[in-house]
Each structure stands twice: as structure tokens, then as C-alpha cells.
């Protein structure tokens, strides 16, 4: 008994050392390091976001799965669900502010300083929710009668099947006349248009759960109610669209016949989103550095033109590039040999390792016609999703989908979406630092394939002229994202403009340059998204130079190090590999470009 409590004792003892040292930042002999998976703020961003789900899950409308179960329904928050989510935010904000910023490590201050971050963006998008959805509650007078009910259901409220039918038949009145109303507006700002059409389509979203819930269980429920909720739900579907079609361009849009549309956001948005991104540079500095790294792909270009025999006509060039494209049902056979020849250089250069399980479970997927209107190349990320031909595509989109998908272009962009790229990003994000998925960027997701395109073209990849003006395609390409993108928020580009500029700076296909536009304002993506190629590749590249090129990490560490790490804004990597000194209010100052 006495030697088993000194050995319990002796145990305690070990683990209170370690744990003592790991937190004062002293890493004991082992392999082991705890700074590898946690930080001190590691539980908090945790907690946070599971409270933040957890109420959005609770106070959203229930909707059936194809599996008969309840799932989440992604809708505009109600005001009672946006006061708890405010509240919730408020509370972290007060644990944030009692901790001991000073006496953690390095990790301990990114996380902190970014779920601050996190917190503060939430709290300001809900108040831009809030302000919005203050001056539409006039189309929607009847809107508390739905939130009530579809609250009574959360915890199965016993219904008066009779009185629900009579209230629903009254909203219903309401609904048409604000609807007839809505009719007669010639017009609404487009980002109000936008939220009164989600308004809408939640509170319709939240009738039908409440209806789903009740509807054949409870026998009163199930005999007044189904004709009264069919018509009002039928009602309010109609409504939902009548109030989007009432979005007008603002000021500083034009019809343009591309039938593209989108909401830009502006110059002082843009700079508060890239102040977020823990970006210094202004939307005019970055439309600035994409001209200069553009020039130099012109420089590089017209060297590989000369040798192809075509002088300084590059688009001649890249002409019998796009014609090199293999047979119809040949592009996955590519696909493979495309990988291998990355891995093969990548490993005898020594610039990175191939996990076995991340080298073995890279899959491929077929692109649909439908998705490829907006999707006109790969994808990719677990799997590669292939652009290439489908027998159902009209004999021009054929060609110009083999043409932008051909060996030369397809180069860089499958270690773009596998390993080194997408692929090799979600095998180490599931392994390491897990939690600060809630940081996820795309200045680092994109960021860090793009930086492979940049490093590998510098190592010499590249060998014929044919290859490197592939992977310059794709580099003109990001340097056009940047400058058509912020030329388009600040209000100075349509859409066509954009989409005749990727056809005359970088040589797309028109369908794919139109597709490609599309999906830049009318995706899923937000208005950095396109940048974030080419400006967080720079940011790596740049970190690349400092300690790397610096002699003070190999390749493998420097790349083993950033992976680790997880997704976080590129300039908080940086402060984990260079013990940089922060502040709880921290602000980024680092000018990770060079414009001489």
C-alpha cells in the first residue's frame, strides 16, 4: 500500500513538472510538447465556439434530413436568437479580460489575441444585422406572430390545434397585404433587398419546423392546421422572392449584359476587412503590388515565347499551350503524372516530406457540367475535382474546357489542391491545433498552395518554356484576381470589364473567364477571397526569405512548422516561429512586400 502511494505520488509529481515547465514555455528533453496541440487559451476558444453553435442550433428552425431526422436550418438569426448570440459574446469578452495576458507563451497570446479578434467581428456583424434588419421589420409586421410559435415548439408546447389554424389564417392576411405593398416598392438597396429576402425566408423556415414537429403526431394539430399552413407557407415562399427582386445596383454599378451581380462593399469596408486579415496594405498598395508581380510575369513570359519560336507574341504562345490538351476520358491518367513529377522534385530537393496516409488517400472526383459554369478548373482539397468534358456540353464548351484544362496549366494546379496544397492542409488541420479551425483564412489556405506555385517555379520546376508558361497562367491569373476583385468592390469595374480583362491580360477562355467572374460575386466567396492567393503566397514566401533563406530553419522545419500551426492569419504564424512580442490589442506593421 505504502509503495503504491509513492508511486501515485511520484507520478503527480512528474506530471505537475511537466505541466509547470510546459506552461513557463520550458520544453522538457522529450519529444513531447504540448504546445504542439494547446495554449493557454486553447479551452476558451473551444468553449466559445461550442456556445456559439450550440445557441445557433438551439434557436434555429428545425428542418427533416433525408434520413427523417431534425438538422440545423442555416437562417437569418431572429431578434431573440441575435440578443442571446450578443449576450454570449459579451461574457467571453469579460473572461478574455481576466486573464493573465502577460504570463503566457507565445501560443497563448496568438490565440488570445485572435479569438479577441473573433469576438469583436461577431459582435460588429450582428450589429450590422441588427441595423439592417431594423429597417426592413416594416415589410414584415407579422413576423414576432411566427418567431412565438416556432418558440413553443423548442420545447414541445402542447398546441390548440383550432386556435393555431385561426392564427394562421389571420397571419395570412397580414402576409398578403404587406405583400401587395412590397409589390408597389419600385425599388430596394440591394444589401437590404438581401436581407429582407433572408428575413423572410427564415420566418417561412420556422414555420414549416414548427409545422413538421406537430403535423401528424398531435390528431387536433394534424386536422385544422395542414390547409391554413400550406397556403401561408406557399405565401410566404412567394414573398421572399418578390423582396429580392426589388435589389437595385447601387450608384456605382452599371447593367453591363454580363448578368452578373453582386453587392460591392466599398473602400471603407475593404480596409476593415483586410485590417481583420491582419493586412497592412491598402486596396490601392495591393491593385499596386499585383501590377508589379504582373510585370514581372510579362518579363518571364516573353523569355519563354522567344524560345517557343513566337518573339513577343506570348499569345501565340500560350495558343499551342491550350492545344496540347489530351484526349477526352484521358485527364485523370494526367492527373496522376502530374502528381508524381511534383512529389519526385519535391522530395529529392528536400523542400518537404509526403505523409504516408496524406500520400495514400488523395482521391478524384468529376466535375458536373452545372458546377463547371462557375468552377471552369479544378478544385480540390480532400479529393481533386476534375474539370474536363461531359457528353452533354455544347461542342465549343468542349474545346475551351479541354483547352483550360491542358498539361501545362493542369501543371501547377494539381500540388496546388493535393500534396504539398489543399489535401496536405487537411490531413495536418485535423491532427494539430484542431481548434483554431475557428480562424480559418483564406490569405492561409490559399495562401500556403499558392506559395508551393511561387517556390517551386523559383527552384526550377519548370523546364521547358511550355511549363513555365502554364504555371504562369496561373500566376497572371492570381495577380488578375487581385486587381479585378478590388477594382470591382471599390465600385471602378463591372463584371464585363473583369471578364474582358482575363481574357485579354491573361489569355482565359471567354466561358471560363465569365465563369470564373461569376463565382467571384455571386459564390459563396467573401470580397478577399481572391486576393488572398497571390497576398498570403507573398506572406509565406516572405517568411520563407526570413528564416529560411535567414539560415535559421531547413525547408522541412519551416514547412512542418506552418502546418502545425493550423489556419490562422499569416502574420500570427509568423509571431509563433519568431517569438515576435505582442500585446493584447495587437496590431499588425509588417511590410512583408517590397514595391522597389
Known amino acids: 500500500m505504502k509503495k503504491r502511494l509513492l508511486s501515485l505520488y511520484s507520478g503527480t509529481f512528474i506530471f505537475l513538472f511537466l505541466s509547470i515547465n510546459l506552461v513557463f514555455g520550458q520544453t522538457p528533453k522529450s519529444k513531447f510538447n504540448l504546445y504542439e496541440q494547446s495554449s493557454e487559451t486553447a479551452g476558451l476558444i473551444i468553449q466559445y465556439g461550442q456556445d456559439i453553435r450550440a445557441v445557433r442550433y438551439f434557436y434555429s428552425p428545425m428542418v427533416q434530413t433525408r434520413g427523417g431526422f431534425g438538422g440545423m436550418s442555416n437562417t437569418l438569426n431572429s431578434p431573440e436568437q441575435r440578443k442571446r448570440l450578443n449576450e454570449i459574446d459579451k461574457d467571453y469578452l469579460d473572461k478574455l479580460a481576466k486573464m493573465d495576458f502577460n504570463a503566457m507563451s507565445t501560443y497563448g497570446k496568438v490565440d488570445y489575441i485572435l479569438l479577441k479578434r473573433n469576438v469583436e467581428d461577431h459582435l460588429l456583424t450582428l450589429s450590422q444585422e441588427e441595423k439592417e434588419y431594423n429597417q426592413i421589420a416594416k415589410y414584415i409586421p407579422f413576423a414576432d406572430r411566427i418567431y412565438q410559435l416556432e418558440k413553443a415548439r423548442r420545447r414541445g408546447a402542447k398546441m390548440d390545434g383550432e386556435q393555431v389554424a385561426g392564427e394562421l389564417n389571420s397571419i395570412l392576411k397580414e402576409v398578403k397585404t404587406a405583400l401587395e405593398s412590397a409589390r408597389k416598392i419600385e425599388s430596394l438597396d440591394m444589401p437590404l433587398a438581401l ?88 486596396p490601392d498598395e495591393l ?32 495558343e499551342k499551350v491550350k492545344n496540347s490538351f489530351v484526349p477526352a476520358g484521358a485527364q485523370p491518367e494526367l492527373i496522376m503524372k502530374l502528381y508524381n513529377d511534383a512529389k519526385d522534385f519535391i522530395i529529392k530537393n528536400n523542400l518537404g516530406e509526403y505523409p504516408e496516409i496524406a500520400d495514400e488517400t488523395w482521391g478524384m472526383q468529376m466535375m458536373t457540367p452545372e458546377r463547371q459554369l462557375t468552377s471552369p478548373f479544378f478544385l480540390g482539397g480532400r479529393d481533386i475535382i476534375i474539370s474536363y ?15 483550360g484544362n491542358n498539361p501545362y496549366f493542369s501543371r501547377s494546379t494539381v ?38 506555385e511561387l517556390l517551386l517555379y523559383e527552384k526550377g520546376f519548370a523546364k521547358t518554356p511550355e511549363e513555365r508558361i ?45 465563369g470564373e467572374v461569376r463565382r467571384s460575386f455571386e459564390g459563396n466567396y467573401g470580397p478577399l477571397y481572391q486576393l488572398a492567393y497571390l497576398v498570403g503566397g507573398l506572406q509565406i514566401y516572405n517568411l ?43 496590431k499588425t506593421k509588417w511590410k512583408f512586400y517590397s514595391f522597389k
Open 195 to 282: 436581407c429582407g429576402e433572408e428575413a423572410i425566408s427564415g420566418i417561412e423556415a420556422r414555420l414549416k419546423s414548427t409545422y413538421e414537429f406537430y403535423n401528424g403526431y398531435d390528431p387536433l394539430f394534424t386536422w385544422w392546421v395542414p390547409k391554413p399552413f400550406k397556403t401561408l407557407d406557399s405565401t410566404l415562399i412567394v414573398y421572399a422572392k418578390v423582396m429580392k427582386s426589388k435589389g437595385k445596383l447601387n450608384s456605382t454599378q452599371k447593367e453591363d449584359g454580363s448578368g452578373i451581380k453582386g453587392v460591392p462593399i466599398g473602400r471603407e469596408e475593404l480596409i476593415r476587412q483586410l485590417g481583420r486579415e491582419m493586412i497592412v496594405y491598402s
Open 470 to 514: 502554364g504555371m504562369l497562367f496561373w500566376r497572371m491569373h492570381r495577380c488578375a484576381r487581385i486587381i479585378f476583385s478590388l477594382n470591382y468592390h471599390l465600385g471602378k469595374w463591372t463584371p464585363q470589364q473583369c471578364i474582358d480583362f482575363l481574357v485579354d491580360r491573361v489569355g482565359h477562355e471567354r466561358a471560363n473567364a465569365e
Open 415 to 452: 500540388h496546388h489542391e493535393l500534396v504539398p496544397g489543399h489535401h496536405l492542409q487537411y490531413y495536418m488541420n485535423s491532427r494539430y491545433k484542431s481548434y483554431r479551425g475557428d480562424f480559418r483564412t483564406p490569405f492561409w489556405t490559399e495562401g500556403w498552395a499558392l506559395y508551393w
Open 389 to 403: 468534358p461531359t457528353n452533354t456540353m455544347a461542342h465549343e464548351d468542349k474545346l475551351m474546357s479541354m483547352r
Open 544 to 586: 520563407k526569405k526570413e528564416l529560411v533563406d535567414g539560415g535559421k530553419m531547413s525547408f522541412k522545419q519551416f514547412h512542418d512548422a506552418i502546418m502545425k500551426e493550423n489556419n490562422m492569419p499569416i502574420e500570427m504564424v509568423r509571431a509563433t516561429l519568431t517569438n515576435q512580442a505582442l500585446t493584447p490589442d495587437f
Open 287 to 318: 491593385v499596386e503590388l499585383a501590377n508589379k508581380e504582373f510585370a514581372w510575369c510579362d518579363k518571364e513570359l516573353l523569355k519563354a515565347s522567344q524560345e517557343m519560336g513566337f518573339g513577343n507574341d506570348w499569345k501565340k504562345a500560350q
